[in-house]
C-alpha cells in the first residue's frame, strides 16, 4: 500500500506497521528530515528522488514530498474493540462511501479517544492509502473492524451492554440524552443516511439541533460533534 504525505507518514512510522521503502523529495527538511530520522531509526530504505519521481507514482498529485511503501492495512478483530467494564466509544458506519468521509470519520474517532470504528465488508469505502492520508495517520493508531453487516454488529455490542444510537435528522436532540457508559454510534452514508432497518436496531434516534437554511450536515462534521458531545458528557459525569 502506499501512504502519501508528511502526517500520514509520520503517523506510519510510529506504528508496528511494515514499511519495504520510502521515497522522498530532495532537499528534504522540517518535517520530512523528522521522517528520514525515523526511518533510519526502523532501518527502513529511504531513497532521494526529484519531486518528477514522486508526481509518477502519486495517485493523486498529494504526495507532500515523501510517499512510504507499507504493508497491507491489518484490520482489527471485532470483539478486540468493545470493552466489559467502564465507558467505551464506538463508531459504526452504516455505508460510508466516500473516501474522503472514512478518513475524516477516522481521524474524528481517534481525536475523540474512541476504542473503535466498524465498517462492513460490502457496500462501504474500505481503507486504502487515500483514506490513511486523509484521516493524517489517524487510521495507524484506532483499530478498524470490519463485519458482515452493521446490523450484526449492533446485535453484538447489545449483548455485550451497549446503547446504540442512530445520528440522524428527525430524532431526539443529542443534547437531551445521557451519553455516559457504553455507547455506539451510527453514521449513515452520505446520500441515504442510517438505512431504515438499521435506525429500527438502535436504542434511539439522536439528532443534532440545525439553525441555517442547509438541511444536512457532512457525515464526518455530524459524527465530530456528536463524538464530543459523548467526551463532554463524560467529563460532567
Not at 11 to 18: A, G, Q, V, Y
Not at 135 to 143: L, P, T, V
Not at 185 to 206: F, I, N, Q, Y
Request: net charge neutral; hydrophobic share 45%; proline share 2%.
Amino acid at each position: 500500500m502506499k501512504i502519501e504525505g508528511k502526517n500520514a507518514v509520520l503517523e506510519l512510522l510510529k506504528s508496528d506497521r511494515s514499511v519495504e521503502k520510502i521515497l522522498l523529495e530532495k532537499g528534504s527538511q522540517g518535517v520530512l528530515g523528522k521522517i528520514f530520522a525515523l526511518a533510519r531509526q526502523r532501518d527502513i530504505r529511504v531513497q532521494f528522488v526529484d519531486r518528477a519521481v514522486l508526481d509518477r507514482e502519486s495517485a493523486e498529485k498529494r504526495h507532500q514530498g515523501v510517499i512510504a511503501f507499507a504493508s497491507e492495512f491489518e484490520y482489527a478483530d471485532f470483539f478486540s474493540i468493545p470493552k466489559e467494564e467502564g465507558d467505551s466509544l464506538i463508531v459504526l458506519c452504516d455505508g460510508i462511501e466516500d473516501v474522503h468521509n472514512l478518513g475524516s470519520i477516522l481521524r474524528v474517532a481517534e481525536c475523540a479517544g474512541a476504542d473503535g470504528v466498524v465498517i462492513p465488508k460490502a457496500k462501504g469505502a474500505g481503507v486504502t492509502g487515500a483514506v490513511v492520508r486523509i484521516s493524517a495517520g489517524a487510521a495507524e493508531h484506532i483499530k478498524v473492524a470490519k463485519v458482515p453487516s452493521v446490523n450484526y454488529a449492533i446485535d453484538e455490542l447489545k449483548k455485550l451492554g451497549y446503547w446504540v444510537y442512530a445520528l440522524e435528522a428527525g430524532g431526539e436532540s443529542i443534547y437531551d440524552n445521557d451519553l455516559t457508559g457504553k455507547v455506539a454510534l451510527v453514521v449513515g452514508g452520505e446520500d441515504s443516511g442510517v438505512r431504515r432497518l438499521t435506525r429500527e436496531k438502535c436504542d434511539k434516534v439522536l439528532s443534532l439541533p440545525l439553525f441555517g437554511k442547509v438541511n444536512s450536515l457532512n457525515a464526518s462534521v455530524a459524527l465530530g460533534i456528536a463524538v464530543y458531545e459523548v467526551v463532554r458528557a463524560r467529563r460532567r459525569a
